[in-house]
T-cell receptor, first 113, second 112 residues
Framework: NAGVTQTPKFRILKIGQSMTLQCTQDMNHNYMYWYRQDPGMGLKLIYYSVGAGITDKGEVPNGYNVSRSTTEDFPLRLELAAPSQTSVYFC????????????FGSGTQLSVL | KQEVTQIPAALSVPEGENLVLNCSFTDSAIYNLQWFRQDPGKGLTSLLLIQSSQREQTSGRLNASLDKSSGRSTLYIAASQPGDSATYLCAVRRANAGKSTFGDGTTLTVKP
C-alpha cells in the first residue's frame, strides 16, 4: 500500500516554462488536495477535488490548473512558471467519510529561475 | 474564513522537559483537528487526529486536547527527547467543508 505518491521529487524550471506535478493515491480516497509550503510557513491550499470530475479553488489558485479524471490521480499544472511559484508542493488525500484523516505525499521541491 | 495560529513560532527546551504546543482557531464549527510533525526538508507525518466530538487523543508520550468553545488545541509532549526536534503543525477542518486550514507551525528544539 503506497499511499500518496508524488513525482518528481525535485525540479528546476526556467521562467515561462510549464510542467505538471503528478499525484496518485491507492487508498480509493474521494478527496484530494494540492498545497504549497513556502519557507518557514504553513501549507496554503491551491486546489482540491471531492471526486472525479469535480475540482475547486483553494486560497492561492492563480497560476495553476488541475484536473481529476480518475479517483486515483490529481495532477497539478503550472503554466508560464514564475519565480513566485518556487516552493515545496504537497499532495494529500482523505477518504471523504469517517474521520477524514489527511494523508500526505513526500513533496516536490520546485525552483523557478 | 478560518484562521489558525500557532504560538510560539519557535521553542527551545532542555531534554526531559514536558512541554505544550498551542494551536488557536477562529471558527469553532470544526469537523476535526490534526497534528503533524515535519522534519527539515521532509513531508508531513500525522501524529494525532481529534474529532470535533472528542476532548483528547493520546499516542505514547503525546497527548492532544481540543476545546472548541475557546478555539484552542494543545499538544502535550512528555519527557521530551532530542529526537522530538521538528516543526509541529496543526490543521483544522471546518464542518461542511472539504478542506483544512494549517497554522504556520512551531519549531521545537530539544537540547541534550
Amino acid at each position: 500500500n503506497a499511499g500518496v505518491t508524488q513525482t518528481p521529487k525535485f525540479r528546476i524550471l526556467k521562467i515561462g516554462q510549464s510542467m505538471t506535478l503528478q499525484c496518485t493515491q491507492d487508498m480509493n480516497h474521494n478527496y484530494m488536495y494540492w498545497y504549497r509550503q513556502d519557507p518557514g510557513m504553513g501549507l496554503k491550499l491551491i486546489y482540491y477535488s471531492v471526486g472525479a470530475g469535480i475540482t475547486d479553488k483553494g486560497e492561492v489558485p492563480n497560476g495553476y490548473n488541475v484536473s481529476r479524471s480518475t479517483t486515483e490521480d490529481f495532477p497539478l499544472r503550472l503554466e508560464l512558471a514564475a519565480p513566485s511559484q518556487t516552493s515545496v508542493y504537497f499532495c494529500a488525500s482523505s477518504s471523504g467519510t469517517g474521520d477524514e484523516k489527511l494523508f500526505f505525499g513526500s513533496g516536490t521541491q520546485l525552483s523557478v529561475l | 474564513k478560518q484562521e489558525v495560529t500557532q504560538i510560539p513560532a519557535a521553542l527551545s527546551v532542555p531534554e526531559g522537559e514536558n512541554l505544550v504546543l498551542n494551536c488557536s482557531f477562529t471558527d469553532s464549527a470544526i469537523y476535526n483537528l490534526q497534528w503533524f510533525r515535519q522534519d527539515p526538508g521532509k513531508g508531513l507525518t500525522s501524529l494525532l487526529l481529534i474529532q470535533s466530538s472528542q476532548r483528547e487523543q493520546t499516542s505514547g508520550r503525546l497527548n492532544a486536547s481540543l476545546d472548541k468553545s475557546s478555539g484552542r488545541s494543545t499538544l502535550y509532549i512528555a519527557a521530551s527527547q532530542p529526537g522530538d526536534s521538528a516543526t509541529y503543525l496543526c490543521a483544522v477542518r471546518r464542518a461542511n467543508a472539504g478542506k483544512s486550514t494549517f497554522g504556520d507551525g512551531t519549531t521545537l528544539t530539544v537540547k541534550p
